[in-house]
């Protein structure tokens, strides 16, 4: 049974960074898509960045292009998601997820993805 454990949340000022982690253990994670998303309170769940298995290959929304960065490290079973210049707007919980379809394109939707993490808050203050 995959599972997914999130770290590295906290509470940071505008401005700042924080880098988040999602360890995976019990499967074969270098096969697996994975990705970030994000809910705020009162919104509905957006997928922040993903990254293939098989070519690297990077989606992020619009709104944290040039400042997020999702990596992986096969070696360490683990998913990052670097996050800069945050904003008050960022502040959501983030949940990593695992696509464990090894013949899956990298795809935004929720319900593609298998496994989810318990997430982990983020709080940007003014």
């Known amino acids: 049974q995959v599972q997914l454990v999130e770290s590295g949340g906290g509470l940071v000022q505008a401005g700042g960074s924080l880098r988040l982690s999602c360890a995976a253990s019990g499967g074969s994670f270098s096969i697996y898509n994975m990705a970030w998303f994000r809910q705020a309170p009162g919104k509905e769940r957006e997928l922040v960045a993903a990254?293939?298995?098989?070519?690297?290959?990077?989606y992020y929304t619009n709104s944290v292009k040039g400042r997020f960065t999702i990596s992986r490290d096969n070696a360490k079973n683990t998913v990052y998601l670097q996050m800069s210049s945050l904003k008050p707007e960022d502040t959501a919980v983030y949940t990593c997820?695992?696509?464990?379809?090894?013949?899956?394109?990298?795809?935004?939707?929720?319900?593609?993805?298998?496994?989810w993490g318990q997430g982990t808050q983020v709080t940007v203050s003014s």
């Open positions: 997820a695992a696509d464990l379809n090894r013949d899956s394109i990298v795809t935004t939707t929720p319900r593609n993805y298998d496994r």
């Open positions: 990254i293939g298995w098989n070519d690297g290959l990077t």
